[in-house]
Each structure stands twice: as structure tokens, then as C-alpha cells.
């Protein structure tokens, strides 16, 4: 296997028109920096003829590797089959429309060779696209960083670059193509930096996201979020909810028998513990508590069960027989 410099990744969906400038494009960027390299080039099944036009390219550029599937997966499964695939130490993920520039790939790989960053993310500081677009990605944008801690301006864009220990060391699934510098913080990979790049208008078809990518979008940072944090102590979070509902629950309810005591004693005016709809909330509230404890242990034998060492990232590897070597060694999380 050659010693690549670069893996580039291409995730593409109907974009015939757009493939043959973008090779040339990525090829001459490569070899006016004497730069070994393969475009992996994954169809998300397509319906024009997108693959018979990577094909020819194919024979036409050795350094071309084609995976088609046979339906239309999303972009995530796109990206994650080409991470499999790659093998250059530095990893570049763009999209097939050239809005993402080739010209920005040494400024990145420069940033990830030479300035030691585990991933680098495009921002398109200046956008060409509709107002129905750029706001709703703004607010994206800042909710993300909010909630991640990443100080990040672009989240979603497909132009980013990766050392090929952070690639190899995640699962890209679903949605989460937007929130890969997130995945990849909680694998252990916190040097994240960001490259304002260019961002060109659309050339060639229609964009292939509508404004329900926001909503998906959201729904995925929840997800991402709770998995990444609780995937291996579930009973923090539920237990936590349970121990809070739970208690609430049982004070309220003995605030309300108490209340009943003490009117009785001195004579007062009371209504029936039944009759109150506070006791039933209460009673929700106690029943709710147990339920999510329940699922808290549950949770945890599934962990336990399921518990695979191949789950940690070793960085570093030390043997006594051998002092003074150290083994950089990459697992993939499963």
C-alpha cells in the first residue's frame, strides 16, 4: 500500500454535471503540490448517471477509488464508508457541488501536518446562499456551540480535514455527518481548530437539502449529545431524573398527609386526600421516578453486556521489555 498524503472524500447524489471539473480540479491541486493522494468517491445512489461518469474518471485517474450503494443511504453513511476506505494520514472530507474549493486542501493539511490539529473545519464566512438557508444555519450554528462547547462558527460544512486516527476512531451514522467535531471531541480528540474558506455559488443542479434537515438536525444533536456523555454510565442521567421525580413525588405526598393530620388535630376544615389533584400528581410524579430508575439499571447491564474494550481509543502504548518506545496505536470504535 502506497504511503498517501491525502485521502480525499467525496460523498455525492446526482451531481453528473459537477464530477468531471471537480477531479480535474482536485488532481491539479494535488500535483502543484506534489501531494500522494486518492479521491475515494462514494455514489449515495444515484439516479442520473453520476456513476458511469465516475467510472470513466476512474479509468482515466488511477488514483480514483469508486464505491457505489444500491440505494440512497444519506450523506452520513457516505462518509463513513469513505472513512473506512481511507488510508492517507491527513483526510478531507467536501462535497460533489464545487462550492467547496480544492484550492483550500493544503492550507488544511497544512493545519493538521504542521500546527497539530486533530480536525480542522471549514467556515463559510461568506455564503452564497438564500436568507432561507444562512439563518436557520446561524441559529444551528450557535445552539451547537452552546450546547458542545466547540467554539466553532460553521458546523455543517462539508469542507474539513482530519488526522486519520480521528476518522478511524468514530461511527458516522444517521444525521451526525453535522456534528462530527462533536463525535470526535468525546472520542478524545479535543484540538479543533477552524479555516475560514471560500465558498462558491452552486454551478451545476439544486441543492438536495430542504429546511426539514433543520429539524432533523436538532433532533440529532439531542442524540449525539446523550450518547456521547451517558453511552457508558446511562444511570447517571435516568437516575438522576428518577431520584428527582421521585422525590418530589414522595414529599409532596407527605406534605399533603401531614396537612391532613394537622387539620384533624386542631379541628380545621380539610378535604380528602383523594380528592386533591395534587396527591395525583404527586403519585405520577413517584410512579414516573421508579420507571426511570428501572431504565437506569436496565441501561446498565445492557453497557455491561455489551462492554468492549475496542470501546477506548489507546494513544500510547509503553512495554517495560522495551523502554523508551512508544506505540501510536489507532482503534475503531465499534
Known sequence: MRNLDISVIVPLYNEEESLPELVAWVDRVMQENNFRY?????????????????????????????????RNYGKSAALNTGFTAASGRVVITMDADLQDSPDEIPGLYKMIEEEGYDLVSGWKAKRYDPISKTIPSKFFNYVTRKLS?????????????????????????????????????????????????????????????????????????????????????????????????????????????????????????????????????????????????????????????NHNEKDYLIAERFSESKPKIMEEVSVRRV
Open 149 to 305: 462547547d466547540i467554539e466553532l462558527n460553521d458546523f455543517n460544512c462539508g469542507l474539513k480535514a482530519y488526522r486519520l486516527e480521528v476518522v478511524k476512531s468514530i461511527q458516522v451514522y444517521g444525521e451526525m455527518h453535522r456534528y462530527i467535531p462533536v463525535l470526535a471531541k468525546w472520542a478524545g480528540f479535543s484540538k479543533i481548530g477552524e479555516k475560514v474558506v471560500q465558498h462558491r455559488a452552486r454551478q451545476y443542479g439544486v441543492t438536495k437539502f430542504g429546511l426539514e434537515r433543520f429539524i432533523h438536525g436538532f433532533l440529532d444533536l439531542l442524540s449525539v449529545t446523550f450518547v456521547s456523555r451517558f453511552k457508558k454510565k446511562p444511570m447517571h442521567f435516568f437516575g438522576l431524573l428518577g431520584t428527582l421525580s421521585f422525590m418530589m413525588g414522595f414529599f409532596t405526598t407527605v406534605y399533603i398527609i401531614l396537612n391532613k393530620v394537622y387539620c384533624l388535630y386542631y379541628d380545621l376544615p380539610v378535604r380528602e386526600i383523594v380528592d386533591q389533584p395534587l396527591f395525583y400528581i404527586a403519585l405520577v410524579a413517584v410512579v414516573i421516578g421508579m420507571q426511570l430508575f428501572l431504565s437506569g439499571f436496565i441501561s446498565e447491564l445492557l453497557v455491561m453486556k
Open 38 to 70: 486518492e479521491l475515494i468517491m462514494v455514489d449515495d445512489g444515484s439516479s442520473d448517471s453520476s456513476w458511469e461518469v465516475v467510472k470513466q474518471l476512474g479509468l482515466e485517474n488511477s488514483n480514483i477509488h469508486a464505491l457505489k450503494f444500491n
